[in-house]
């Protein structure tokens, strides 16, 4: 047997536990299930797999919807520019059916960070909005909890370039799947109980947090000075969670946060972010905005500010928290010392906020109360959910306890 083939072979049983650990773990797909899975042509390999182990599970039907970035590009180069405002609402539509009959959502990131970079931002965002949107519906069944789902990467030639620019498209991609593999415990002897392990200990630290009833975090570091009032009755989580449809999901692989809802209307000071956004194909660098009354009221980046500016354009909740994050600067992702260009990962290796709508899940019995009900605990609504990178090993956050005092909670960017 040559080098060449052994090689292949471990790399195709590290695929297939990917694969399967997806399946099992991250989306818990029961016997009986639907499954409804996005991925991009360049993502065949894992999505063959991915279904392989969906009907061994007892998927009673797989659905892939593919997508192509080359396709993607054309309708920028040659589409009419009034169809920038048109969405596939009959598709998401059809998505959202799908969920509500009992269908397990996957998604299989690995997206070229910046595919649209060069393309009018004008029309990144119309289009973007459109499909929020129309996606609406369908997605809040997913931010809502109320069916199992995950997401999880796939090499991909454009990401790995991004990632590893100097080298061989070849070593670029085994270097980006080596990464996947070892941030997604798959590069572990049992990554099925390394994965339990790991679940167990973010359940544990969500607990603690649960238990500390904070009223604000404050943030300091260089260029932020931040102080966040968390939602009424907010509720952290990490690892995974139980949907509504009663299924166990870990919906992000990797996953190292435990996260919030924040209040809406209680951000004040500047924060400046650690890391670039890959926002919409295009990379946001720079970043460094001051709230005031929970409200962005100044915003800048080095790079992409017109995308910024147009992303918290986007609607009055698009200003406004949706997610606060705490990562420790040791996770994993971040001891890897790599940028990914994909907030699956980056999100990961960081502390970080989203803009945008909050997850009701992260309210105590959000999933019971109306939008009214939820704002005024101080749950933010918005069209869109960014989430982008603060955290660093120089940031020190506090827990605020209600009387005002002030615990540390993380210092030069780990747990105290
Ligand atoms: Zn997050
Ligand atoms: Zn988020």
Redesign the pocket.
Known sequence: MSETSAHERAFEEKLDKLAEVAVRVGLGLQAGQELVMTASLDSVALARRITEHAYRAGASLVTTLYSDDEATLMRYHYGADAGFDHAAKWLYDGMGAAFKSGAARLAIAGANPSLLSNEDPEKVSRASRAVSQAYRPALELITRHEINWTIVACATPAWAKAMFPDESPEVAMAKLWDAIFATTRIDQDDPVSAWKAHDAALQKRAALLNEKRYAALKYSGPGTDFSLGLADGHWWLGGGTTAGNGYYCIPNMPTE?V?TTPHKLRADGTVTATKPLSHLGTMIEGIRVRFEEGRIVEAHATRGEEVLRKLIDTDDGARRLG?V?LVPHSSPIAHSGMLFYNTLFD?NAAS?I?LGQAYSSCVVDGDKLSPEQLAAKGANDSLIHV?WMIGSGELDIDGITASGQAEPLMRKGEWV
């Open positions: 946060e996260f997610e994050a999100e970080h989203a989430d």
